[in-house]
């Protein structure tokens, strides 16, 4: 019986490939940038009530809301978490010239033979698609399950926090909507975080940890400037934030070159990088900047002093010999799973049954040193890691793209793990020889 159900479920997701293809699309071609991810909560909770699936809508606030559905079990408790995020990237009519690529809120998603392309897409809505589509194959194959299995598809991952004039939740990231449910008593046995990992699983993280670095000078119209001796009395805030970014450039690589260590995910790889600066008026240059700020992202590992980190940047950037205010704005830390041998199974056994192999042993050091909302998960004692398909060579953005065959297939591992984990089919069962897919 229990190889009936699954081979019923495979086949309705094979049979559902197109359908893959046209949600991931769908939900990628809804403008809805971090901040304002209301627009494709909507979607998502819209096309769960076309299949038929219990789903709510959960407001954060106005423009931000999470959505969450539920295939319910007989037995109460739920098995298996599937999480994504809703938002991707900023929009602005600055966003081209600050970013330096096509807004890709508004670029959406497209497809070209069987590849899909769009940053919508590739982070995060394709890899929620798959969970979609493999809960409606579950649904529609009336598979009884024993434990509920609960989709959520968050707001405010991607990394931002307030500062300045931007204040509010609605510049809150890193784990905003995924927290949000947790803190109003989201619970499972396990929480499958879907984002690429190269379909290697990953269940350590990374925090991280944002500063305003503030530096001053003096208003000093050209004609009449007076440079001072040496940088650390230049009237030019601007001038003394150059020999800044520099010092704060040389730490960070000393900074990454200390912390480099492997981990059982795969390799470690802390960085840190000067993101933003603000000084002066672009419209009047013709007076030095008496104000200039930077603004830093530090990756962290679990467990890492935040202050400790603080100390040791504030050391370098003092260094330089430029006065300047050191603040932090943010710190996120991250987390590592425990007792997360149970989901580890599940994943390593769907992937074998659909590929025909074991997942791809680690995961690249970008994967493990960045991000991602099982830190919410594992601080909560949720054992939680991410695993997901491939997105091509995505180092640059707006070069990635998704293989419709490694979507088909990781869509149907997400089925065999919910399988697994909530209707207690055995992993022997999972593992039996059957259709392999094209991954």
Not at 1 to 26: K, S, T
Not at 253 to 270: F, K, Q, S, V
Request: charged share 20%; glycine share 10%.
């Amino acid at each position: 019986m229990d190889n009936e159900i699954v081979d019923d479920v495979l086949r309705r997701i094979e049979e559902h490939r197109e359908g893959i293809a046209e949600l991931a699309l769908r939900l990628g071609n809804t403008f809805a940038p971090v901040g304002r991810e209301r627009a494709v909560a909507e979607e998502v909770h819209l096309w769960y009530g076309e299949q038929g699936i219990e789903s709510r809508l959960v407001e954060i606030i106005p423009e931000r809301a999470n959505t969450v559905a539920r295939l319910p079990g007989a037995n109460g408790g739920t098995g298996l978490i599937f999480n994504a995020h809703l938002d991707t990237e900023a929009s602005g009519p600055e966003y081209d010239n600050l970013m330096g690529v096509p807004d890709p809120n508004l670029v959406g998603a497209w497809r070209e033979g069987d590849r899909l392309f769009g940053h919508t897409v590739l982070n995060d809505r394709g890899p929620m698609t798959l969970f979609m589509v493999a809960a409606k194959a579950i649904h529609d194959a009336g598979v009884p399950l024993l434990k509920d299995v609960v989709l959520t598809s968050v707001a405010g991952e991607t990394g931002q926090a307030p500062v300045d004039e931007y204040q509010g939740i609605r510049y809150e990231g890193k784990g905003l909507g995924t927290d949000f449910l947790v803190r109003h008593g989201l619970r499972g046995d396990f929480a499958l975080v879907a984002e690429t990992t190269d379909f290697a699983m990953c269940w350590h993280n990374c925090g991280a940890i944002y500063y305003k670095v503030t530096l001053r000078g003096e208003n000093m119209y050209t004609p009449r400037l007076r440079r001072g001796d040496g940088l650390a009395r230049h009237p030019n805030a601007i001038v003394k934030a150059a020999t800044v970014v520099q010092a704060i450039e040389d730490w960070a690589i000393r900074y990454e070159e200390t912390h480099a260590a492997d981990t059982p995910c795969g390799p470690l790889r802390l960085k840190a990088q000067v993101g933003a600066i603000r000084g002066g008026i672009p419209w009047r240059p013709n007076r030095s900047s008496p104000y200039a700020a930077l603004y830093v992202d530090v990756r962290t590992k679990p467990g890492q002093s935040v202050e400790a980190v603080t100390a040791s940047l504030t050391e370098a950037i003092a260094a330089s010999g430029v006065p300047a205010e050191v603040e932090v704005t943010m710190a996120k830390a991250g987390a590592i799973a425990e007792d997360v041998d149970g989901l580890r199974e599940a994943v390593a056994a769907a992937h074998e049954r659909v590929a025909g192999t074991p997942p791809t042993p680690t995961a690249a050091a970008a994967v493990v040193s960045m991000w991602r909302d099982t830190n919410v998960f594992n601080s909560a004692g949720i054992p939680s890691l991410t695993f997901g398909p491939s997105r091509g060579s995505a180092d640059v953005q707006g070069t990635g793209y998704f293989e419709l065959d490694a979507l088909v297939a990781c869509a149907k591992m997400y089925a065999l793990v919910a399988l697994r984990l909530a209707a207690g089919i055995s992993e022997a069962t999972i593992r039996q020889a059957g259709g392999v897919s094209r991954v």
